[in-house]
């Protein structure tokens, strides 16, 4: 069995999704120990219990260990199974982190695999779903992930209430080398429960802080009446995104504001990926049959605790350069 010390790096939940993640894929049964062991309340949280919970769905696991505050786990995982799952991670939590421990187990079904999740699709700490759409899944689409993640409803903080549909197909993933593309920003300006021109303004303040740096953007605005209140906005380009959350107090132009510095930082960089796309693709790069290789901005703590999990688990050796390039060998 593999022990992985929880405590590793940035010592979050990070290290957790992509071990058991990987635990799934491989079949090969795991120890977690120390588990959150760096955070405020160190051990399992109820977001981290159903992630756990699904991927063991997913492959009929035996797992001990399962419960509110357990710093150590022990998962042992047979077969990844096909099908379809309804699952309820309750009030706000988040659907993309669950699906970024999801997602490259269910690729190894034999058949398709269709996951209906309930949860929280734009809260704090956790990419917005529409990263997950319009920048994460294109770029493994190109290596082979085969994928479609249909947006039914939103859900913010604190209420959540969203629902989101991920379709998986079996898939191969082949080696990538990721290079800038060409520049064309599009968006999203979304809110729920809130007057319509919230989300106009949100898209009209990042159109003008892009404006300023000679970029156009297509930002479409979503004006909804979903079970949470809450608002947003995600920029994006290949390879490449930004956004902020609305909040109480915060003007809808700041919203917008924060959206767009944000892609600026990432596309100022030169790099191919932005730094959160960098460490969710550190999985599928090492399952990949070939050389994979991008550039980001700055390789973050949780990219670095992706490579040593991953390294623990495959044959593959990850490099950095200074220029941040990263590649993998064989």
């Not at 990844?80 to 799952?85: A, D, H, I, L, T």
């Not at 979304?190 to 159109?207: D, K, T, Y």
């Not at 009446?225 to 107090?249: A, H, K, V």
């Not at 991008?294 to 593959?316: G, K, M, Q």
Request: with cysteine.
């Amino acid at each position: 069995m593999l022990e992985i010390d929880g405590s590793y790096g940035e010592g979050g939940g990070q290290i957790l999704r992509t071990t058991i993640a990987l635990s799934a894929v491989t079949g090969r049964s795991v120890c977690i120990k120390n588990i959150r062991a760096k955070r405020p309340k160190p051990g399992l949280a109820a977001q981290h219990l159903e992630s756990v919970r699904c991927v063991a769905l997913l492959t009929g696991a035996k797992v001990e260990g399962l419960k509110l505050g357990s710093t150590e786990l022990t998962f042992s995982p047979k077969e990844v199974k096909s099908g379809e799952y309804d699952i309820d991670i309750g009030t706000a939590g988040s659907t993309t982190l669950l699906l970024q421990c999801l997602m490259p187990a269910a690729m190894h079904a034999k058949d398709v695999v269709s996951l209906h999740i309930r949860g929280g699709t734009d809260v704090a700490w956790s990419p917005p779903i529409d990263h997950l759409r319009y920048v994460m899944l294109p770029t493994i689409a190109k290596m082979g992930y085969d994928a479609h993640i249909d947006l039914i409803r939103r859900g913010y903080y604190p209420r959540g209430g969203g629902l989101v549909k991920a379709t998986i197909h079996p898939s191969d993933l082949s080696g990538i080398v990721l290079k800038r593309e060409k520049i064309e920003i599009r968006g999203i300006s979304h809110s729920s429960r809130l007057p319509e021109h919230v989300a106009i303004r949100q898209a009209m303040s990042a159109r003008e802080v892009l404006a300023e740096e000679g970029y156009d953007a297509q930002i479409s605005t979503e004006c909804s009446q979903y079970e949470s209140t809450g608002s947003g906005i995600t920029l994006w380009c290949p390879g490449t995104g930004g956004s902020s959350l609305g909040e109480r107090g915060k003007p809808a132009e700041e919203v917008g504001r924060e959206a767009a510095r944000a892609l600026l930082e990432e596309l100022r960089s030169g790099a191919s990926t932005d730094v959160h796309l960098a460490d969710q693709l550190i999985p599928y790069m090492a399952l990949a049959d070939g050389k994979c290789s991008l550039t980001t901005r700055l390789l973050t703590s949780h990219a670095r605790t992706n490579i040593w999990v991953v390294e623990r688990f495959l044959d593959v050796q990850f490099e950095v350069e200074e220029n941040e390039l990263v590649w993998i060998r064989k």
